[in-house]
């Protein structure tokens, strides 16, 4: 499974690909809100955050009709070569992705929250699914078990390859909240984690390791002073 990091924040993803594990980025209009965006200066973050990051970097779409879904994303994709143009799950998103995909433009559907969502998603010719896990853990429901039936039913078809290097359709676990969505999502199969910069250092952290670390630093002074 590939991480990507789920943020619009440069500094955090100029931190977390000096770590030599990143593969992607995904942002969002809430994400661009947070670091105090304005509408703007978008554009040029997009291209900051593609120079940052050698993956793809997803760039969401704001309209709500499909001619408009499809002006934005032709837009966004000419920003840089690794823009993924982010596009919501209705049935005017999967349209404009129809249209995307066939001009090669590459499409991360999102707000994916169902498997007949997530096999539209993959007809219409997207190169990545995004269902959200932790927006189900929000209402009390298991966001982990949502994901697992939509990696198990895209894993029974095959799909036109519409991702880079002809890949075919790839699952995103989103909107995830801890290290333990991170591996439930790699136990099932998701093929990358879109995880909040806190999340993905809670990921390299884990106790035994600081205990270790603490215990092999002591031992070591021994052996310089022995
Ligand atoms: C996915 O690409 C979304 O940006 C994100 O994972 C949503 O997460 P949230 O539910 O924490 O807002």
Request: some cysteine; hydrophobic content about 45%; aromatic content about 6%.
């Amino acid at each position: 499974m590939k991480f990507f990091l789920d943020t619009a924040d440069l500094d955090e993803i100029a931190e977390a690909a000096s770590w030599g594990a990143l593969a992607g980025v995904t942002t969002n209009p809430t994400l661009y809100a947070r670091i105090g965006g304005k509408l703007a200066d978008f554009n040029e973050h997009i291209k900051r955050i593609c120079a940052l990051v050698d993956g793809p970097v997803s760039a969401e779409t704001t309209a709500t009709t499909r001619e408009k879904i499809v002006e934005e994303g032709r837009e966004l994709a000419a920003l840089a070569p690794n823009v993924v143009v982010k596009v919501p799950t209705t049935v005017e998103g999967l349209a404009a992705t129809r249209t995307l995909a066939d001009e090669g433009i590459h499409v991360n559907m999102t707000l994916c929250f169902s498997v007949p969502q997530a096999l539209l998603a993959a007809r219409a010719g997207a190169a990545y699914i995004s269902p959200f896990v932790g927006r189900f853990d929000d209402i009390s429901e298991d966001g982990i078990e949502q994901l697992d039936n939509i990696v198990s039913a895209l894993a029974g078809y095959d799909f036109a390859p519409c991702g880079p290097a002809g890949k075919e359709v790839e699952v995103i676990a989103a909107s995830i909240r801890s290290a333990n969505h991170v591996t439930q999502a790699a136990l099932l199969g998701a093929d990358i984690a879109t995880v909040p910069f806190n999340v993905l250092k809670k990921c390299v952290e884990h106790p035994l390791t600081t205990n270790g670390l603490a215990a092999f630093e002591k031992d070591w002074e021994k052996v310089k002073n022995a």
